[in-house]
């Protein structure tokens, strides 16, 4: 094996942020677009979880979880002082409560009111109006600072986005209004709107055992 691989799907927001980590990082990989209702058996017998994002390192070794995936290359970027930028230790504590918070309650209200009718018995309003609560709280934290937790973002903002670009476009696909202020809009603008976001989202072919080598973040 010569790259760490990375199985992906284009539009998952915990891939997403793992192809995020990577990119802003630096650290390139070969990557594995794969179908989720069609998943490779190479993928299957390598992830315990079957869900994307997984790292396969050069040594074998797996990493299952996006957020891992995100420490992963911040640990593997020449760029100098990355953690440093990124994962400040006096902020550490609560980067992590915040991304717990979105990756367990936003994530489930979310879910459930994008998806309601997965869900037996699901409220689309009930979870609607729990994830709004969510945005609110991202958004005070906007007004005081560019990002979450000052000028310059962190890996909280690389871990959330993904999933307040997805409630938005739920909340479009609903054709509901109102549901963000200026500053969570202009947070999640300069995401989308970034140079970087072109390559972020490029639509790789799907995977397969004999398919050419793809790599991320470029061919």
């Not at 793992?18 to 058996?41: F, G, T």
């Not at 994307?52 to 979880?65: D, G, R, S």
């Not at 739920?170 to 989308?192: G, M, V």
Request: glycine share 0%; with cysteine.
């Amino acid at each position: 094996m010569t790259n760490d691989i990375l199985y992906s799907f284009k539009r998952c927001p915990y891939a997403i942020r793992a192809r995020w980590a990577l990119l802003i990082c630096e650290v390139k990989v070969e990557i594995r677009e794969i179908d989720l209702k069609n998943k490779p058996q190479d993928f299957l017998n390598k992830s315990r979880t079957k869900t994307v994002p997984i790292l396969i390192k050069k040594n074998n070794e797996v990493i299952e979880e996006s957020l891992e995936i995100i420490l992963w290359a911040l640990s593997e970027s020449k760029k100098e002082n990355i953690k440093l930028i990124y994962l400040p230790e006096n902020k550490k504590e609560a980067i992590f409560e915040i991304i717990n918070e979105n990756d367990n309650e936003f994530k489930y209200h979310l879910d459930r009111f994008k998806y309601a009718t997965r869900y037996q018995n699901s409220n689309e309003e009930f979870h609607f109006s729990n994830a709004i609560k969510f945005i609110n709280k991202l958004n005070e934290l906007l007004l005081v600072n560019k990002y979450f937790f000052g000028d310059n973002p962190t890996i909280a903002d690389w871990s959330i986005w993904p999933f307040v670009r997805q409630f938005r476009i739920a909340c479009e696909s609903q054709k509901r209004t109102n549901y963000f202020e200026p500053a969570i809009k202009k947070w999640l603008d300069s995401f989308e709107k970034d140079k970087n976001f072109k390559s972020l989202m490029y639509k790789y072919e799907l995977w397969r055992p004999n398919s050419r080598k793809n790599y991320f973040p470029s061919n």
